[in-house]
Every structure is written in C-alpha cells, then in structure tokens.
C-alpha cells in the first residue's frame, strides 16, 4: 500500500504550517518558543494574511523568529518593538503588525515603549513570552523573576527588599483603556495549545476589527536558564509560575475580566 493510501485528509490529525521556514527550531529542547510561532503561523495561514503581515522581533531568543516565519518580518533594536510597530502600523493601516518579545526585552528596557504603545491603543498585536529569566544573555534575573527564584545575578534567589517585586506587566496594561483584549496563556499542554491558538485569534479579530492593542502573554519555562529537565521545567512552572502569573482572560472587549 502506498503511504499516500494511508494519509488521507479525513485522517489528518496535525500539518506543519507552510510558513513555517524549514530549518528545524535551534530553541532549546522544551522550550515553548516553537510551539508559540507553530501557533502564530498557524493562525495566519488560515486567515490568509501573509502577504499582508508583518513580525517584529527585537533582541533575546526572540530574535531567532526571523529563521523560522516564513513572512515579512522586521528587527528593532532591543526594547523597541512596540515603537517600530506603531511607525509600521501608521504608515501601513492595512497590514497586520505583531510584536514577537520576551520579558527581559518588553519588561525591562522595553518598558517605557510597552506602555505607551498600549496607553495609545496602537491596533497591534503584542505578544509576550514570559519565562522569569533572560534565557539567551545567561540566565539573569528578569523584572518577571519571581520571589526567591534564583538567577545568575541573585544565585540566592530574588530578595524584594533589594531588587523589587516581579512586574505583573499583563495586569498592568491591561488597566489601560488603549487595550482591548488582555490575556495569559501557555503552551505546555495539548489543552493550553488549544486555548492559546484561540487567544492568538481573538487577537488578529481585535486589529482586523480596529479595536486597540491586544496583548497576549505566554507563562513559558527555560529549561536551560533554570537548571532543570524540560519534564522538571513545566512542572516548576506549573507550581510556581502559575499561581504568581495566573492564566486566562485579564481584559475582554475593553472589559476587564472580574474572577
């Protein structure tokens, strides 16, 4: 029997994304990062957008989503995506804009641009992959660090008296009336998937819909910045990061959500 036999579309249970480029993902093995782009890509391609969407990457692991994205994408410099975004945005009205960023990037040097482009209600996409560490520059603390995690510039872990408390960078914009729809999600089950792919179409509806900014983050783990096995990683996050930076709909139809 032929394989081709075999695969029939009523049989398919899961299709690579054509734009996703053919290189195989250089993240470190269990990292949510592919599964984030998997999820993006997937979405576009199903909107039938990609000639008219452009990503925006600054620095960090982020910077590698121009490998993997087969679409336009854009770089700007460390912090700046949010800003580049809103030129891109201004000039181009018709085009679909997305932020690709990580917490070191948005939360930290990114912050000034982060809240502003929110507090505009720039009609973007930010998309906001938490992970509690600077993965890619050694594993340094983030302002998202949680509490007492260690990190390699707090080996003992964070102490809030010195270093502050970890930015709930979400809720924050979420309070302003720029954003539209605010939410947190992650990728390290097949139900998370599922809800995040969902997330990530409300979304590109908001910007199609000429809503204001929607920002959409994603808990995710760092493996290698933690010091732990993928398996020991999600379990970690899922004990620790969860509870601190707690999933679902924050902010839902410039409403934001009472629990």
């Not at 592919?34 to 979405?43: K, N, P, Q």
């Not at 930290?108 to 930010?126: D, K, L, P, S, V």
């Not at 910045?225 to 990061?241: C, D, F, I, R, T």
């Amino acid at each position: 029997m032929d394989f081709k036999d075999i695969i029939k579309p009523e049989n398919l249970v899961y299709r690579r994304s054509s734009l996703l480029t053919d290189k195989p993902f250089s993240y470190c093995p269990g990292c949510g990062h592919g599964t984030i782009h998997r999820l993006i890509m997937e979405v576009v391609e199903e909107l039938g957008i990609q000639e008219i969407t452009v990503g925006i990457a600054p620095v960090g692991c982020s910077v590698l989503a121009y490998e993997f994205m087969n679409m336009d994408m854009q770089q700007a410099a460390h912090g700046r995506a949010p800003a580049l975004a809103t030129a891109l945005k201004r000039l181009m009205p018709d085009k679909y804009i997305f932020t690709y960023q990580g917490d070191g990037d948005l939360a930290a040097i990114g912050t000034a641009e982060t809240i502003h482009a929110c507090n505009r209600g720039e009609n973007i996409i930010i998309f906001f992959v938490n992970n509690g560490i600077y993965g890619m520059t050694g594993g340094q603390m983030a302002p998202t660090t949680l509490p007492g995690m260690p990190a390699s510039t707090c080996p003992f872990g964070r102490d809030v008296n010195i270093m502050g408390n970890p930015l709930k960078i979400t809720e924050l914009v979420a309070q302003l009336p720029g954003v539209h729809f605010a939410t947190r999600q992650s990728v390290h089950t097949p139900r998370n998937v599922r809800r995040a792919k969902k997330a990530i179409q409300m979304a590109f509806e908001v910007q199609k819909n000429k809503k204001g900014t929607s920002f959409v983050e994603f808990v995710s783990n760092c493996n290698s910045g933690w010091k732990l096995s993928p398996v020991a990683a999600n379990e970690w996050m899922e004990q620790h990061m969860f509870p601190f930076y707690p999933l679902g709909d924050i902010k839902v139809d410039g409403n934001l959500v009472t629990k």
